[in-house]
């Protein structure tokens, strides 16, 4: 049984210069922007600490504005989770210590979701991440590049991610529509992740690993070194991020804003 309430941190990676969407945290809905968004999202779970964690000084000096606690960062960081394994070892934290990655461009990301991977991480102590997942209900998301889909075995540990339809249907799909099997549950994975401290910071010193370079799906890392990576039903559907301009709007859309 899964504590209901483990200790846990939260840091939020924020960068500037997203290749399809430059300052990004930046852009505000309704006037707020979205790291203060997320922020505040944050501060609505169990989290006993919540950090900014980014290289940029406009986005520092907006989060002290908002009154969020800032951790500055090396701006060559190629992943959010090197930029957590910096602030890690900058503040000593021990290497038990369970943190989420909440990314700056998840403002719709429902506070109980983050309870729920930190307690999933938590109920599994020899399991050194966590994420979630949701089932699919069409054959579009199924077979959309841009979703990623994971592959679970009967613990719930992954195993595999990837951004084409698995497991293959070899009859369904034999055809070449896409189309939604019966009796086969189709997994969508959430950009949501716990670590242990420690593990993080193994899991950053490893190198990029084939099928990682190949789908552009870091957690693939941990699979290819022989990790273990607990995935939990999420007990809800999140929210859209924002990878682009047109997110913003379904973000919008989303929070009935119009």
Known sequence: ???????????????????????????????????????????RTAAT???????????AAACRGFGAPVVMTRADHPSGSDRLAEVIRHLGWPGDTLV?????DEPCMPPALVDQVAASLAAHPGVGMATLAYPITDAKTLFDPQVVKVVTD??????YFSRAPIPWHREAFAGGQPCLPAGVTYLRHIGLYAYRAEFLQRYVAWPPAPPERAESLEQLRVLWQGG???????AQVPGPGVDTAADLQRVRDFLGLG
Do not use: H
């Open 100 to 104: 989420v990655n909440l990314q700056g």
């Open 154 to 159: 009967a613990r719930g540990r992954a195993l």
């Open 49 to 59: 600490e919540i950090l900014v964690a980014t290289d940029d000084e406009r986005i």
């Open 228 to 234: 273990a990576i607990q995935v939990d039903i999420a």
């Open 1 to 43: 049984m899964a504590p209901l309430s483990p200790k846990f941190r939260i840091i939020i990676p924020a960068r500037y210069g997203a290749t399809r969407l430059p300052g990004k945290p930046l852009l505000t809905i309704e006037g707020k922007p979205l790291i203060q968004m997320v922020f505040e999202q944050a501060s």
